[in-house]
């Protein structure tokens, strides 16, 4: 490494007129730098008063081979060569980094590729995948129905009361029918996975990440999305149906007996009138939806995890964003999908009234 000096001249510069020439020159004096004398020229301004110096000398350190001290050498401005240190320019985008949702909205769609291009290759982890499916599955039932239940029952409060108050017993269960299969069951489902399963992934991913799991996975050779993301997000995706078709079931048995229990409606109507409104379509419908906000709360919690950092405070981040992120986008799929399923008039209540 070569140290560079820049040496200003220190010089005494007489003002009588006879050491002016005529061409504007006017010369200083002879300065001596480690014993060799330079002459240095200045040249007077008419509009400055201070003196500018045409030439001056650049001071480098060359490591001497033979004793192992540096010598000094004098360089010339002018033969090209520089031997100061190179400065590089800053620009605005050196700096700059994108914020964090930014990167992490990216990450999101990058593992919903990688996730989808791995399991066409069937790169995927079966063993784990099973462990995951039970976790989001049979150890989900309990929460699900209980909510389902409870969820019903209320949709039922509000509408026997108005429909008996005026005379449409019968269509009491298509309404019900048609609110639970098309809405209630897939999305109330999803929520209560993304606050019970996606929360876990993401604090289990979150935590792996922040003490560097991930990358010992990398290490031993092994694909941390085929390992841990894949397994997950088929999991859901596979759980999440038939954990909607069960809370519509317990969902219509509870408004049934709350009907007949409490305002005298016949379990007898409320399934006829269900059975007439329903459709097929109705059905797949809801399990087309409850697959992919499956997929929505898997996706969005395990690209929270991975991408944590910053210790146990950002694994609690992580974990709320994810859980947060997971709602926003189970409402703005099923708007989506609502709009697209069911465009027009619809004609199910005719064959209840």
Not at 36 to 59: D, G, V, Y
Not at 149 to 156: C, E, L, P, Q, R
Request: glycine share 8%; charged share 15%.
């Amino acid at each position: 490494m070569q140290s560079v000096y820049h040496f200003q001249p220190i010089c005494f510069a007489s003002c009588r007129r006879d050491s002016v020439k005529s061409d504007k020159w006017m010369k200083v004096g002879e300065l001596s730098h480690f014993g060799r004398p330079e002459r240095i020229l200045f040249r007077r301004t008419p509009n400055s008063m201070f003196l500018k110096p045409m030439k001056h000398k650049l001071l480098s350190s060359i490591p001497n081979s033979a004793d192992g001290y540096p010598t000094v050498g004098l360089a010339d401005e002018d033969t090209g060569i520089n031997h100061s240190p190179i400065l590089e320019t800053e620009t605005w985008f050196s700096k700059w980094s994108p914020p964090n949702y930014l990167w992490r909205g990216l990450s999101v769609l990058i593992l919903a590729g990688q996730v989808i291009i791995r399991t066409l290759k069937g790169k995927v982890h079966w063993k784990n995948t099973l462990q995951q499916l039970e976790r989001a599955g049979p150890k989900s039932v309990g929460v699900c129905l209980l909510t389902a239940a409870f969820v019903g029952m209320a949709f039922t409060i509000q509408f026997v009361r108005e429909f008996t108050r005026l005379g449409l017993n019968r269509s009491v269960g298509g309404v019900l029918a048609l609110a639970f299969s098309r809405e209630l069951s897939p999305v109330v489902t999803s929520i209560v996975v993304a606050g019970r399963i996606g929360s876990a992934f993401a604090a289990e991913l979150g935590t792996m990440q922040v003490s560097e799991q991930t990358d010992t996975l990398r290490v031993l050779g092994t694909n941390p999305v085929d390992y841990l993301v894949t397994p997950r997000v088929i999991a859901c995706c596979v759980a999440l149906p038939l954990l909607t078709l069960m809370c519509f079931t317990v969902s219509m048995a509870s408004s049934a007996l709350l009907a007949e229990g409490v305002y005298g409606v016949s379990i007898n109507i409320i399934l006829d009138s269900a059975q007439r409104a329903l459709r097929s379509w109705d059905l797949i419908s809801a399990m087309i939806k409850s697959q992919v906000f499956g997929a929505i709360v898997a996706i969005v919690s395990c690209a929270w995890g991975v991408t944590t950092m910053g210790g146990a405070k950002g694994v609690g981040e992580s974990t709320t964003s994810a859980v947060v992120l997971s709602l926003v986008g189970i409402f703005i799929a099923d708007f989506v999908l609502s709009c697209w399923f069911f465009q027009g008039a619809g004609d199910s209540l005719k064959n209840c009234v």
